[in-house]
């Protein structure tokens, strides 16, 4: 089993930073793929980034790509979001996921059988 808590969202202006963190406990989960996703109010869940917790390799989404930057500490077993020039779009519920069927990660949310509870980031325009 693993556990994922998310921190660090709230409210921040347009074209400001922010950076998520993600604690992961339990299981070893260094062979895992590490995700994140948003999901804003009336929308679907939507990929953001993932990395490979073992290479380092990363995978984003079009539409944080050169904006949003992911990464782990595997000393402090933690995956960061930061999160660059803010949009009022990137306004979500922002969640932290583990897969061990997709070690290098993958945009597919079924991939992910372990999910945290999630933190909001709100961008005010």
């Known amino acids: 089993q693993v556990q994922l808590v998310e921190s660090g969202g709230g409210l921040v202006q347009a074209g400001g930073s922010l950076r998520l963190s993600c604690a992961a406990s339990g299981r070893a989960f260094s062979s895992y793929g590490m995700g994140w996703f948003r999901q804003a109010p009336g929308k679907e869940r939507e990929f953001v980034a993932a990395?490979?917790?073992?290479?380092?390799?990363?995978l984003y989404a079009d539409s944080v790509k050169g904006r949003f930057t992911i990464s782990r500490d595997n000393a402090k077993k933690t995956v960061y979001l930061q999160m660059n020039s803010l949009k009022p779009e990137d306004t979500a519920v922002y969640y932290c996921a583990a897969s061990s069927s997709k070690p290098s990660g993958s945009s597919d949310a079924r991939s992910y059988a372990y999910w945290g509870q999630g933190t909001q980031v709100t961008v005010s325009s």
């Open positions: 990395i490979s917790w073992r290479s380092g390799g990363t």
